[in-house]
């Protein structure tokens, strides 16, 4: 394994259309993501997605175990290839992301509350899972990432948006809970 170089916003392998994984379970492929997953780990993310290396192909990881705030869900470490994800209802939530791709970054983004997720893992076994809030939160930041979307195209209010010291000094405590009634403050999304 190894970790990777993530690839920065303005880089433009960040806003192509990756391609699908043609074939789950080569060693090819099993490489690949045991470097996304040293990788995250390496830049402290809870998410990743292979055009941050510099591998256009639809493939994601993710995953919450460790220090979890009692207040957040818990993710799977989950491999996902070719993913698909169908709102289940229309409802959106406004929670804070950063990306490892724009570091330093914070921003509020308006995501839909309520998901579900298809695709395969590695080996090709199905994933099917309907989820919500954080863990629905993370799924679509990564998936954004094989349409060459970054968080910051899906923001809808610039004045919630600045480096991570700054925000987190102008939100931190009651305030940012009243403010925006969501409970990701506490855990943002990096991914
Ligand atoms: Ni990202």
Redesign the pocket.
């Known amino acids: 394994m190894t970790a990777q170089c993530v690839l920065r916003m303005g880089h433009p392998i960040l806003l192509q259309v990756a391609e699908p994984i043609s074939e789950p379970g080569t060693d090819a492929l099993h490489a690949l993501i045991a470097d996304m997953w040293e990788t995250m780990a390496e830049y402290g993310?809870i998410?990743l997605?292979a055009p941050?290396i510099g591998i256009s192909q639809r493939l994601v990881v993710f995953g919450l175990e460790e220090d979890t705030p009692p207040d957040a869900d818990t993710i799977p470490p989950t491999v996902l290839t070719n993913p698909v994800i169908t709102p289940l209802d229309d409802e959106m939530e406004h929670g804070w992301?950063a990306?490892?791709?724009?570091p330093g970054m914070r921003g509020l983004v308006s995501r839909h509350t309520r998901i579900r997720y298809t695709g395969l893992d590695e080996n090709g076994a199905v994933i099917d899972r309907q989820v919500e809030g954080y863990h629905a939160r993370v799924v679509q930041?990564?998936c954004?990432?094989l349409d060459g979307i970054?968080?910051l195209q899906r923001m809808d209010d610039f004045t919630q948006f600045g480096f991570e010291p700054e925000m987190t000094e102008r939100f931190s405590g009651a305030s940012m809970q009243s403010e925006e009634d969501n409970d990701n403050e506490a855990h943002p999304v990096v991914?």
């Open positions: 993310g998410g997605a941050q992301e990306c490892l791709s724009v930041h990564e954004d990432h970054l968080y991914a």
